[in-house]
């Protein structure tokens, strides 16, 4: 019996004869659904026996020869990094790409490969920002076809049949269409391609972009977001992230801005919620990242979450998280579909977390936000032909999941004498709070671009309403310099300085420097935070520093939720771990080693009555998809 999406709804007494009956669960969708939940009601793995987990099967990335060939030969810089996607599992059959563009199917009770296509789409060369980096796949079934749709780093979206792997001839030209056609503007392939999973919904195929991040000049490509025909790959609607003359928005770009300026992209993952037929897109800074001279206003709809019409593309609601932006504060995460209850009213909202490390919260139907979101003033700019917005905006709930700016709440202070040397350390640059602006001097941005919340993503519990964000503090330091030769008319861009060291090689903030929050959707409180990892809390003992405890560790995935359990994974100092924690408590109840870096959102699903866990691990020459079970 095979369960997609309804699922999440069944009672744990059904689900409880379903496994009696050999059944199978999907996880059909990157997040689990296309709301991005990144939950299951599985519960075959528990509290209790969690600790008997073993590698049910484990799978070699198809690039792991090809890599070690170009490591070996003339071709030594392409080589991929960390091996970030994420499987999806339809009718036992799971389906994963690999970072030099190949996908894959496996049998989901073995890993046994079905079939692999190549799209040779590394031969391309190195991929703009991120290189040779990819994350998910998406199903399409109607008509008695079944495929799996496929967008590449060199600009492609494919169309693959789910059974034999092989391109379907009647879409776009041979089996794919060329993303980097369309958009209004010539578009060089070196600086646009895609990096996410597309969106499946209401037989619609939508996909996003990633654009590079250091510009070349001041028009780069926009980062439009399309939908395409699932059987003949034709265009059905572009969204215009960079309003057009005449069109909604338009306006928030002065002085013709509009028609040169790109990026505005929504490189990170898309949602939807298909019985409304509303597509959420979160979207991304302007060209240039950290100065806005050239593209004065509030220039809509860079840093929104933008909800659109699936049928036609028409905006139906927006809300602009950063106006004009300068931090590079994208938004970097699927936006969470989420059914909570407020103050004794139903709401259908959804969640998106910020780099900023914000939650913002929304009616998902209407915009509105579910509390009171506040325009508050914030530093001006120092730098030449710069106009920042007076204001912006701060989620009055939920309270913040990241520490904000550099001042005496966030410095570290373990003792006087490290304090004080990490104030001597900041004094060669500006600082201040959230939104204080780059800077010709060099202005301390915290948190830094990584987050905060990053393209990791959140999970949703359905039952309870809680809300787990995985989330990382570090700060970073914009320096401002006047851009030469070829990039002269780009006024400034960001040189210099880039770090600011903290005391005796420690970080300059207080711990945690990972951490987990747990937040109560329904109410808009914080349950509990944890840190996340050990971290560097043997280092700091080695100072002579008293025992502090965890003190978190940046690096991170994505969450798993289950019915029974939390699941997140990093590398913590030496160690890979995957960990298991109580949902209420934050507790860990186990931790599991892999035999790589934890380097993909976990997912989970359902064979022949037996519950299995999948991450993706390792990179460069050595991928693998580690898939575990009970024994």
């Known amino acids: 019996m095979l369960l997609k999406n309804t699922l999440k709804v069944l009672s744990a007494s059904f689900l409880s004869i379903l496994l009696l009956s050999g059944a ?139 059974e034999t792997g092989r391109p379907d001839p009647s879409f776009g030209e041979g089996g794919k269409v060329d993303l980097s056609q369309g958009l209004g503007r010539e578009i060089n392939k070196r600086e646009y391609g895609v990096v996410s999973p597309v969106l499946v919904t209401n037989n619609k195929v939508i996909v996003n972009s990633i654009v590079s991040d250091g510009p070349s000049g001041k028009e780069m490509p926009p980062g439009h977001v399309r939908a395409f025909n699932p059987e003949t790959g034709e265009l059905e609607w572009m969204f215009k992230t960079i309003p057009q003359a005449g069109e909604f928005g338009n306006e928030t770009w002065e002085d013709g801005s509009w028609e040169y300026s790109g990026n505005t992209n929504a490189w990170t993952i898309m949602s939807a919620d298909d019985e409304l037929g509303i597509v959420y897109i979160p979207i991304g800074t302007p060209t240039n990242d950290w100065y806005g001279g050239l593209r004065k206003g509030d220039n809509l709809f860079a840093e929104s979450l933008v909800a659109v019409d699936v049928n036609t593309g028409e905006r139906i609601w927006h809300y602009q998280t950063v106006h004009h932006g300068v931090w590079d504060y994208d938004l970097p995460a699927a936006p969470t579909l989420v059914d909570i209850t407020v103050d004794g009213r139903a709401i259908k909202a959804v969640a998106q977390i910020s780099k ?68 001597q350390n900041i004094e060669n640059f500006d600082y201040g709070p959230l939104f204080t602006p780059p800077s010709l001097r060099g202005a301390i941005q915290f948190p830094g671009w990584g987050g905060g919340g990053e393209w990791h993503g959140a999970a949703f519990d359905p039952e309870t309403g809680m809300f787990y964000i995985p989330s990382a503090s570090g700060p970073i330091v914009v320096q401002l310099v006047e851009a030469r030769r070829q990039r002269e008319e780009m006024g400034y861009v960001r040189g210099g300085a880039r770090s600011v060291s903290g005391p005796q090689n420690l970080p300059l903030t207080k711990p945690p420097y990972g951490r ?116």
């Open 516 to 631: 987990i929050t747990a937040i109560d959707l329904n109410t808009g409180d914080n349950v509990w935070v944890i840190p996340h990892g050990e971290g560097i809390r043997q280092q700091i003992i080695d100072l002579g520093i008293l025992d502090p405890g965890p003190v978190g560790s940046t690096d991170r995935t994505g969450p798993l939720l289950t019915k029974t359990l939390l699941f997140m994974a990093q590398r913590d100092g030496n160690r890979n771990l995957m960990r298991a924690f109580n949902k209420i408590s934050g507790e860990i109840i186990h931790e599991f080693e892999l035999p790589l870096r934890p380097t993909g959102t976990p997912m989970s699903y359902m064979v022949d009555g037996k519950q299995y866990i999948s991450i993706a691990v390792g990179g460069r020459q050595d991928a693998r998809l580690v898939t575990l079970a009970l024994p």
């Open 356 to 423: 900023q490390g914000f939650t913002y919260v929304f009616d998902r139907v209407t915009g509105e936000p579910v509390w009171p979101i506040e325009e508050r003033e914030v530093p001006r700019s120092t730098v030449p032909g710069e106009r920042l917005s007076p204001t912006q905006p701060f989620p009055t709930k939920p309270e913040p999941f990241e520490p904000q700016g550099i001042s005496d709440e966030t410095l570290i202070d373990f003792s006087a004498e490290l304090r004080q040397e990490a104030l």
């Open 24 to 162: 199978s669960a999907d996880w059909p969708s990157y997040g689990g659904d296309n709301g991005s939940s990144q939950y299951t009601p599985l519960d075959q793995i528990t509290a209790q026996n969690v600790v008997d987990l073993v590698v049910a099967w484990s799978w070699d990335s198809v690039d792991n020869e090809t890599v070690a060939e170009n490591i070996a030969g003339t071709n030594s810089s392409a080589v991929p990094g960390p091996y970030k996607a994420t499987p999806i599992v339809v009718d036992d059959v799971m389906y994963i790409p690999t970072s030099f563009g190949r996908v894959a199917a496996l049998d989901a009770k073995n890993g046994e490969a079905l079939w692999v296509f190549d799209t040779r789409a590394w031969e391309a060369g190195r991929p703009t920002n991120l290189g040779y980096n990819t994350r998910g796949v998406a199903y399409w079934e109607g008509n008695g076809k079944q495929r799996i749709f496929y967008a590449t780093n060199d600009s492609y979206l494919w169309s693959l049949d789910a």
